[in-house]
């Protein structure tokens, strides 16, 4: 009697997935559909974006935070462009994702020169719901803020 | 009987290939090895490279868009660095890739610091012919240029 | 009769792991660990970091030379950030691999919005010891400064 099992994701087939999840995930950020971002965060997620204050915690409540955040754009219009890079993956035994990533958070205001509004070290717990990963947790520290 | 069939990449192949695609593309127009880049791109591909005027059409037509735009560099020399990241790929039903990223355009002056010349969005549709990939077509968007 | 073999590491699977061992190496360098950045060298390493002066040699060598250059840090505190991109993996038949990539330096004051030390472009020859990668060279040129 043969069995057929789903056999697990290697590490490196898990590394594609993330980079192709992020690239998929920021870009709803920076396209400003924060309803499509905050859909990449679980129910229960807890979300610290490192600016101070208290982390947003429930896909709702991360909604909120979102949506707070950025009506400063209605005034000061703006493009932002978050580009991950130095992705390190470390599958856990529980099949959850302990991730980490540089974050360059680039600004370009109309018709002026591109600038980095800061350097970030993201942390996040990446977890599988159905067929695709969303974040349980993500913990963002920017660079010189606390220095 | 055995039919042995090569199978379809996965999602995840493909996405390797586009990252080491990119690499060595881009590599080519920075270090100015203008016809190796536009042998990157099929016979009637189309180019918009975002700065304005019609797209350039042709492997040829690339090539000499490429030549003139790079003439400017004669008197005033300059490195110029194209950063991809946050590459999202769509396999497409007929074999072709839809993929699309970010792009950071750095420049450097001999003896100054870098500058961010740019910050691009980039959508491609690549092809196979024979065993590699090809672009059949690049549009570019530059933020902040219709702000 | 079947005689079992360990298949030969795919080009994609080698693509993975440089982009993982970079994450885990680099991340090392900017947290200011000497000792863990040094180890990712070979023994008999050659680390060339483009500013010029020979380039260092052998792993304590290379650590001695990180100490020294690390030492200005103590009065000038400041976050780096290698970020690596458009990574080119050229697996050789000896099984070592010629990789070629993009760097960005990043350095963050406290305080102070984040600015682009250098661009440079890293040629690095790596070989597997045991079942993790090193570095058995690395050489860097940073662009500008022999213009």
Do not use: W
């Not at 990449?40 to 409540?61: L, S």
């Not at 580009?83 to 680039?106: E, I, K, N, W």
């Not at 018709?111 to 599988?128: F, H, K, T, W, Y």
Request: proline share 4%; net charge negative; with cysteine.
């Amino acid at each position: 009697m043969t069995t057929v099992q789903t056999q697990a994701p290697t590490h490196q087939e898990l590394y594609f997935e993330v980079l192709q999840y992020y690239a998929r995930q920021m870009r709803m950020l920076d396209d400003r559909d924060l309803a499509g971002y905050a859909k990449t965060f679980t129910d229960d997620a807890e979300f610290d974006h490192g600016a101070g204050g208290e982390p947003m915690r429930t896909r709702a409540g991360i909604l909120r935070g979102l949506e707070e955040f950025h009506e400063q754009f209605e005034t000061d219009p703006q493009q932002r462009r978050h580009h991950f890079s130095m992705v390190d993956v470390q599958p856990q035994d529980d099949g959850s994702l302990r991730t980490s990533c540089y974050a360059l958070v680039l600004l370009v205001r109309p018709g002026q020169a591109p600038e980095i509004r800061s350097s970030c070290v993201v942390s996040d717990v990446l977890v599988r719901e159905g067929d695709q990963l969303l974040n349980r947790s993500r913990h963002v520290t920017i660079d010189g803020r606390h220095g």
